[in-house]
């Protein structure tokens, strides 16, 4: 879920604001649902995101699934994210580059190598019309939905803030 607002974050069991978590998973410091196997989060989720975007049930739970499965309730571990498309960078090659050859904390390859983005001309505007059409046809669901959902996603990334 795209943590834009504090309001969308969990509460830590001090009141704070959870820096990982979603109101909807954690509230003071626990999950909501702290037995649900990933399995049955996966459908709950899925359920959610077929109906909110016209998704089929089964393309929703595969989306769902590989994008549970690199969270830290179920992968044991902060798994970063790039801060441009928002793909997790689970391994070093996954990683873009800096100027100097090192592995970026921050970016994929394919959005930023050599210290630079490799569009760097590239709006979030842009980047909404060109990844709603492949999103759109890999998930089987509507155009305008698509861009709705990739609208959603990106606001929270930091590139586009």
Same mark, same amino acid.
Request: hydrophobic letters at 30%; one cysteine or more; charged letters at 20%.
């Given at each position: 879920?795209?943590?834009?607002?504090?309001?969308?974050?969990g509460?830590?069991?001090?009141g704070?604001i959870s820096?990982?978590y979603?109101t =909807?998973c954690?509230q003071m410091?626990?999950?909501?649902q702290?037995?649900?196997?990933?399995?049955?989060?996966?459908?709950?989720?899925?359920?959610?995101?077929?109906e909110?975007?016209?998704?089929?049930?089964e393309?929703?739970?595969s989306?769902?699934?590989? =994008?549970?499965?690199v969270?830290?309730r179920w992968?044991g571990?902060?798994?970063?994210?790039?801060?441009?498309?928002?793909?997790p960078?689970?391994?070093? @090659?996954?990683?873009?580059t800096?100027?100097?050859?090192?592995?970026?904390r921050?970016?994929?390859? =394919?959005c930023?190598?050599?210290?630079?983005y490799?569009?760097?001309?590239?709006t979030?505007?842009?980047?909404i019309?060109?990844?709603?059409?492949?999103?759109? @046809?890999s998930?089987?669901?509507?155009?305008?939905?698509a861009?709705?959902?990739?609208?959603?996603?990106?606001?929270a990334?930091?590139?586009?803030?």
């Amino acid at each position: 879920m795209p943590m834009i607002r504090d309001g969308d974050r969990g509460t830590e069991a001090d009141g704070s604001i959870s820096g990982i978590y979603c109101t =909807h998973c954690y509230q003071m410091g626990q999950f909501t649902q702290p037995n649900a196997s990933i399995e049955e989060m996966t459908d709950v989720c899925a359920g959610i995101m077929s109906e909110m975007f016209s998704i089929p049930k089964e393309n929703a739970r595969s989306f769902v699934g590989q =994008h549970l499965r690199v969270l830290k309730r179920w992968s044991g571990r902060m798994i970063p994210s790039c801060k441009s498309c928002g793909m997790p960078l689970v391994s070093e @090659q996954d990683a873009g580059t800096e100027s100097d050859g090192s592995v970026s904390r921050e970016y994929c390859t =394919h959005c930023y190598q050599n210290g630079a983005y490799t569009e760097p001309d590239l709006t979030r505007e842009t980047m909404i019309e060109k990844y709603a059409p492949v999103l759109a @046809q890999s998930l089987g669901m509507p155009l305008d939905k698509a861009r709705k959902m990739v609208t959603a996603f990106t606001s929270a990334l930091p590139r586009w803030n």
